[in-house]
């Protein structure tokens, strides 16, 4: 099944009921585990990889399918590392390609056993849980910000608790903050000097907690803000002081042109006229927004430099390769290097008549190309629309209360 979508034929008026950060909900649901808590975690996310989450963690089964979640995968693989039992885990094709030699290397030196199961430094594997040792271990910072939150939020359940060095770069350095953040709330303190992260042994201590509204999708309204003539967007639950790091979006729109005012109950959006001549911008602490600014620039025609995108080829798909197939098909040609860079310095090409944007299996995809329909008389077809449930289930009824036509059209 395919999406046809159409932009709103008047101006946008609407208030958004952003889904809970799956970030923290999924950090959430493992402190509360980790502290024997009696309370609900309030205000959870609906999404597919929170779901999986509570499905796990809620489950007599020894064999578990977290599907395409990796902060599931990773925060899991910790987890029953140290619950006495032998337990497997796996997940979708794409799961199965998405590295975790780093997290088995280093959960084994702190006293696991986790075998592979298929191929070697890839999910499946099968964890033979035990109380762990703990230990000071060095482990590369440049790949995946989750497998050092994995380790830390099992670390004060150590006997000697843990110790990590950090080598090379450290990427998403923001999640880091919002995984330690976290278990200060529950009652655990880690020290963070340079490169070095030491846990000492404690216990964890239950709390009531409330998720905060996701500002990965509000970067999503963002977009369709920046892409919109006339529009006022009020998006419920996001605050100034978030724990998460894409809340930096907020900054960068306000160089395509979009203000924010914070209120109460969350954001309000409004036009400026403050649009820069050309973007330029390090997405390693915030990698989740590139495919948002990606497609927001090209559609205003503003070229772009974006760096820190290495982190980019090991997500949901490959997303530098995505992103310059998909926008081709539109007409806009861009280059990448290194793996880690994107640029488009303005060259079109002809666009496809009828172009279809692929989702690859990537919920960004889909959320990011959406709004392109603002700016296309055509409107723009998506594919797999369903995708979106990884992360903001409700985006496409929150695009037709904004007033968007979404209509079916068969593959
Ligand atoms: O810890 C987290 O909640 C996340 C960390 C980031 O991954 P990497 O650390 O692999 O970049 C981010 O892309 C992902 O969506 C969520
Ligand atoms: C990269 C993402 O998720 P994960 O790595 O948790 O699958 C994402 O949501 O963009």
Same mark, same amino acid.
């Given at each position: 099944?395919?999406?046809?979508?159409?932009?709103?034929?008047?101006?946008?008026?609407?208030?958004?009921?952003?889904?809970?950060?799956?970030?923290?909900?999924?950090?959430?649901?493992?402190?509360?585990?980790?502290?024997?808590?009696?309370?609900?975690?309030?205000?959870?996310?609906?999404?597919?990889?929170?779901?999986?989450?509570?499905?796990?963690?809620?489950?007599?089964?020894?064999?578990?399918?977290?599907?395409?979640?990796?902060?599931?995968?990773?925060?899991?693989?910790?987890?029953?590392?140290?619950?006495?039992?032998?337990?497997?885990?796996?997940?979708?094709?794409?799961?199965?390609?998405?590295?975790?030699?780093?997290?088995?290397?280093?959960?084994?030196?702190?006293?696991?056993?986790?075998?592979?199961?298929?191929?070697?430094?890839?999910?499946?594997?099968?964890?033979?849980?035990?109380?762990?040792?703990?230990?000071?271990?060095?482990?590369?910072?440049?790949?995946?910000?989750?497998?050092?939150?994995?380790?830390?939020?099992?670390?004060?359940?150590?006997?000697?608790?843990?110790?990590?060095?950090?080598?090379?770069?450290?990427?998403?350095?923001?999640?880091?903050?919002?995984?330690?953040?976290?278990?200060?709330?529950?009652?655990?303190?880690?020290?963070?000097?340079?490169?070095?992260?030491?846990?000492?042994?404690?216990?964890?201590?239950?709390?009531?907690?409330?998720?905060?509204?996701?500002?990965?999708?509000?970067?999503?309204?963002?977009?369709?803000?920046?892409?919109?003539?006339?529009?006022?967007?009020?998006?419920?639950?996001?605050?100034?002081?978030?724990?998460?790091?894409?809340?930096?979006?907020?900054?960068?729109?306000?160089?395509?042109?979009?203000?924010?005012?914070?209120?109460?109950?969350?954001?309000?959006?409004?036009?400026?006229?403050?649009?820069?001549?050309?973007?330029?911008?390090?997405?390693?602490?915030?990698?989740?927004?590139?495919?948002?600014?990606?497609?927001?620039?090209?559609?205003?025609? $503003?070229?772009?430099?974006? &760096?820190? #995108?290495?982190? *980019?080829?090991?997500?949901? !798909? @490959? =997303? $530098?390769?995505?992103?310059? &197939?998909? #926008?081709?098909? *539109?007409?806009?040609?861009? !280059? @990448? =290097?290194?793996?880690?860079?994107?640029?488009?310095?303005?060259?079109?090409?002809?666009?496809?008549?009828?172009?279809?944007?692929?989702?690859?299996?990537?919920?960004?995809?889909?959320?990011?190309?959406?709004?392109?329909?603002?700016?296309?008389?055509?409107?723009?077809?998506?594919?797999?629309?369903?995708?979106?449930?990884?992360?903001?289930?409700?985006?496409?009824?929150?695009?037709?209360?904004?007033?968007?036509?979404?209509?079916?059209?068969?593959?």
């Amino acid at each position: 099944m395919n999406y046809q979508i159409d932009a709103p034929g008047s101006a946008i008026r609407t208030t958004v009921k952003l889904p809970a950060s799956k970030s923290i909900s999924n950090r959430a649901l493992i402190l509360n585990a980790l502290s024997y808590s009696a309370y609900d975690v309030e205000n959870l996310s609906d999404c597919d990889d929170t779901n999986l989450m509570v499905k796990a963690l809620n489950s007599n089964d020894r064999d578990f399918n977290v599907g395409a979640a990796g902060t599931t995968m990773r925060f899991l693989t910790a987890f029953l590392s140290k619950v006495v039992g032998e337990w497997t885990i796996t997940g979708t094709e794409r799961m199965k390609n998405r590295p975790i030699k780093v997290l088995v290397d280093a959960l084994n030196a702190l006293g696991a056993r986790i075998e592979y199961m298929e191929k070697e430094g890839y999910p499946p594997l099968r964890i033979f849980g035990s109380a762990l040792q703990g230990g000071e271990i060095s482990l590369p910072g440049n790949v995946s910000s989750q497998y050092i939150s994995a380790i830390l939020m099992i670390a004060p359940l150590t006997e000697n608790g843990v110790t990590l060095h950090l080598e090379g770069a450290i990427i998403s350095r923001p999640y880091i903050h919002i995984t330690l953040q976290l278990m200060e709330q529950y009652g655990v303190r880690a020290s963070w000097t340079e490169n070095t992260i030491k846990v000492l042994p404690q216990e964890y201590k239950p709390i009531r907690f409330t998720v905060e509204s996701d500002w990965s999708a509000a970067s999503y309204w963002y977009e369709i803000m920046a892409l919109s003539k006339n529009a006022e967007i009020e998006l419920l639950g996001l605050f100034k002081n978030s724990l998460q790091g894409d809340a930096a979006g907020a900054k960068l729109f306000a160089q395509l042109g979009v203000g924010t005012t914070y209120t109460k109950r969350g954001v309000m959006l409004k036009h400026t006229g403050n649009i820069c001549e050309k973007l330029v911008y390090n997405f390693v602490n915030e990698p989740d927004l590139a495919q948002t600014f990606v497609v927001t620039c090209v559609l205003l025609n $503003i070229p772009f430099r974006f &760096t820190g #995108l290495q982190s *980019l080829k090991i997500k949901e !798909t @490959d =997303r $530098i390769e995505a992103l310059k &197939t998909e #926008l081709r098909k *539109l007409g806009y040609v861009l !280059t @990448d =290097r290194n793996d880690s860079i994107l640029e488009w310095n303005g060259e079109r090409r002809e666009p496809e008549s009828h172009p279809v944007i692929a989702t690859y299996e990537d919920h960004r995809m889909a959320l990011s190309f959406a709004p392109a329909a603002l700016v296309r008389p055509e409107g723009i077809e998506i594919a797999h629309p369903q995708v979106v449930s990884k992360s903001y289930p409700h985006y496409w009824e929150d695009l037709k209360a904004a007033g968007f036509s979404i209509r079916e059209s068969a593959l």
